[in-house]
């Protein structure tokens, strides 16, 4: 049965940025939890960073790629730069990934860790723009198939016909 990363605010875990969690219902998250096939993950706690934590956002112009090159980098809200946990996490995550061989990954949109094609402009003004957070790049680099809470049903009808 294949297992599915997800991240763990969207099953109740209090680990963004404020302490909160982002929790999502939907009867294939029941499903999925009842047949063991859930593996949570939170990139940048696993890194190491605090909860809560200063909010974190890609640098305006760069992408999740480009941080993972070396080539751009993150900020926070208080002028800080939290780029080498982001890479970290990202790290740890496909890390775990491999460890327990999921192919699979439904991630929280918007994150700078997490987002899957949605992430903020990096102003810190609430904006997003196109873009991928640092850990859902790294795993899709490592093949990983991820997705959006939103396209949970895309992701129900893949694992139908995954081998
Ligand atoms: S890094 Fe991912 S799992 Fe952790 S709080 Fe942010 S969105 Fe949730």
Redesign the pocket.
Known sequence: MDRIL?????IG?P???DGA??TAHHPLLEQWAEEGRLV???????AGMT?PRAAAEIAAGASAEDVLAGRGRLVDAEGGDPTAAFVE?ARLSVAMARVRRARFAL??E??????TTLIADGTFSGKKRFGE?V?ARALRDAGVEVFALDDIEALSRRLDTAD
Do not use: D, F, N, Q
Not at 40 to 46: G, K, N, R, V
Not at 110 to 115: A, D, I, L, Q, T
């Open positions: 997800i991240s763990a605010c969207l875990w680990v963004r940025y969690a982002k949570p993950l939170c990139p940048e706690t696993m909860t996490g991630m929280t918007g994150s700078p860790s997490c987002g957070g850990a």
